[in-house]
């Protein structure tokens, strides 16, 4: 027997239980009787097999009951125990739904605009191409590399919902086969980029990118999701998503380097998705392609931070001022309201 909210779905076996505690005859016996094996027997009384149009042939010779009585309650058991199943699915996603940013999405016309709970449980169904919303707790679904500030359940929705997409605008992005070597190769080329405007260098970052294989979106940031980019498998190319709020340089580069880390070091093929491990290896990664730890830990040594020292240290870096301040403040060296007039913010049109 299933029930859900408004129905209950009971099998045909309930019937035959009935018959032949009337009769007062064991399932064993009942089994002899039909020529089945007692465990087809006590499958088929308890709903977990099929009463098959031979079977209701047997059960009329054996009970008495028409063969078509017994197809009718076959018949009326399947048709109930699918809306049955329908109904407890559609009461779980409707809670899930509750709990994404449908809102902000519609705001973004990623999905339609509506106040319908069963309407936004249908509309997120397709956005995130499930069947059920259920399904997005599946490890096969979800397996993302990403860069986040905190982890909570609704920034968990958000970010599957963030991810989805990225993936979705990326299917239109032409990229090359996935080529890791040539992503190490051309890494000292994007480092370069630090020190373009964002309109100079994003659709030259966007063009590298792909000739390796890599599909790069931006984004708006959702609310809640403490995102700040993500990379993940999408059929034979990689997305790597960053947010594009207005954010500083440092934050954006960090985070772009994060996610290339990811690829780099082989974290987006995992099954599992990634570790707490992985996560700080990248941050390692990132920091010291970024600026590389040796000659960052010699700068830091001299405890000079002006202004100029800074500057001078970028340039022979060759690396944005700001990438240099933020990774002084990450680390504590100065405070985080210190030196923010030399990074720079960037705006990307999505």
């Given amino acids: 027997m299933v029930r859900s909210r408004s129905i209950i779905a009971t099998p045909p076996g309930a019937t035959i239980k009935e018959q032949l505690n009337d009769r007062g ?15 087809h027997i006590s499958k088929l009384i308890n709903g977990e097999v099929q009463l098959t149009p031979e079977v209701a042939v047997r059960l009329e010779v054996v009970l008495g009951a028409p063969a078509k009585f017994w197809n009718s309650l076959e018949a009326i058991y399947r048709e109930k125990l699918i809306k049955a199943e329908a109904e407890n699915a559609v009461d779980k996603d409707e809670e899930i739904a509750k709990k994404l940013p449908y809102n902000e999405m519609a705001k973004y016309e990623w999905v339609p605009e509506t106040r319908v709970l069963k309407e936004k449980v249908l509309n997120l169904r397709k956005f995130f191409e499930v069947v059920e919303l259920s399904l997005l707790e599946n490890i096969q679904i979800t397996r993302i590399a990403c860069r986040r500030l905190a982890i909570t359940e609704k920034s968990d929705l958000a970010l599957l919902a963030w991810a989805q997409e990225a993936r979705i605008e990326a299917r239109d992005i032409e990229t090359a086969l996935i080529n890791v070597k040539g992503l190490v190769n051309i890494i000292p080329k994007i480092r370069l980029m630090t020190v373009m405007k964002a309109k100079d260098f994003c659709p030259k970052l966007k063009s590298m990118l792909a000739e390796c294989g890599i599909a790069l979106v931006f984004l708006p940031h959702l609310q809640g999701s403490f995102l700040q980019g993500a990379s ?47 996560e700080k ?70």
């Fill in 25 to 39: 005859m064991s399932q064993k016996e009942f089994a002899v009787r039909m020529d089945m094996s007692e465990k």
């Fill in 232 to 278: 993940f498998m999408d059929g034979k190319k990689i997305v790597v998503g960053l947010t594009a709020r207005g954010k500083d340089a440092d934050k954006f580069w960090f985070s772009l380097f994060h996610e290339l880390a990811h690829i780099v070091l082989g974290h987006i093929s995992q099954l599992n998705g990634t570790s707490e491990d992985d």
């Fill in 281 to 350: 290896a990248a941050n390692s990664w990132a920091s010291d392609t970024l600026i590389p730890n040796k000659e960052f830990d010699e700068f830091v040594d001299h405890k000079s931070f002006s202004v100029l020292s800074i500057r001078e240290f970028a340039k022979k870096q060759g690396i944005a001022p700001g990438i240099v301040v933020g990774r002084l403040q990450n680390e504590g060296c100065i405070k985080h309201n210190m030196l923010n007039e030399l990074k720079n913010h960037y705006k990307v049109v999505v």
